[in-house]
């Protein structure tokens, strides 16, 4: 599994530099982080005019009535009781808050209840720019994975809890992009199954047509999520909550280019199943034998 970065359009970058710029400033950045204090989704209650200005430990009304005109509409609203932040503004303290710099965190620990699937020995993981990384520190025939996992959540995770944290993270995420459903922002998402990549890497690429987020996954990890393939693994004898690596090899292969079909065969203890995907990963069959 592995996740990059891929660039936005162009109609994005002004959208997203004009909801940059808004923040250009320390009074707006106040009146927000003022604004989230109490913040209760829905149901948040309203700042008033001069409970937000006393809040940013302002005097001068003009000044603070330009800023927070600025942001209203975008990260404020302004309802019958005052002022509160809009969703757009709670995303973005998120997502700085999932990402803070200022706390750095260097991580490289031998997991030692997990084995390499192909020599054995016990993987590393590592934290770098942001993507955890599990790979094997003796051989290069098991290529590992890397996924994206916010800072924030290193505060409560020794090595071990940590990649159960990131499995189950990967299992949602790319659970429902393979749905259609953008895990960050929520926009339509594509499959790309292109057959050389599925032949040659047993991989597909999920992407969103709007964010930075992409992910090449094999097909079977993006198919977990659903009732039917977890109950057909059980069936099986294998468990369709453990770790990617741990399940025998599953064996995609494309049965059909126009219109583009996929065939994904695993075999466990008591069977095997076969998965039979649209071009959209929808299921036309599912067999065990
Ligand atoms: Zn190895
Ligand atoms: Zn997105």
Known sequence: MDFGES??????DVDAREAFDLLGHDI???????????????????????????????????????????????????????????????ALYRAVLAHRPTDSVAVDQTLSTATCPACGAEPQLRYDRGFVTVDCPDCSEWEGFTYPFPQNGFERHNSEQLLAAVSERVRHEVGLARTGQCPACAGPTTVDLRPEQVEDDGWIELACDSCTFVVGVDPLTALLTDDRVGAALREIGLDPLGH???????????????????????????????????????FEAIDTE
Request: proline share 6%; charged share 25%.
């Open 7 to 12: 660039s936005t359009g162009a109609a994005d």
């Open 28 to 90: 707006r950045l106040e009146i927000l982080l003022a604004l989230l204090e109490d913040w209760l989704a829905a149901h948040t209650k309203p700042k008033s005019y001069a409970e937000l200005m006393d809040a940013v430990g302002m005097e001068d009304s003009g000044k603070f009535n330009y800023h927070l005109d600025k942001l209203r509409g975008v990260y404020v609203r302004q309802v019958e009781d005052g002022y509160v932040p809009t969703a757009s503004a709670t």
């Open 244 to 282: 990617d690596w741990e399940r025998p090899d599953s064996q995609p292969s494309v049965s059909s280019r126009d219109p583009p079909r996929l065939s994904v065969t695993v075999t466990g203890p008591s069977g095997t199943v076969t998965l039979t995907l649209t071009g959209d990963l929808e």
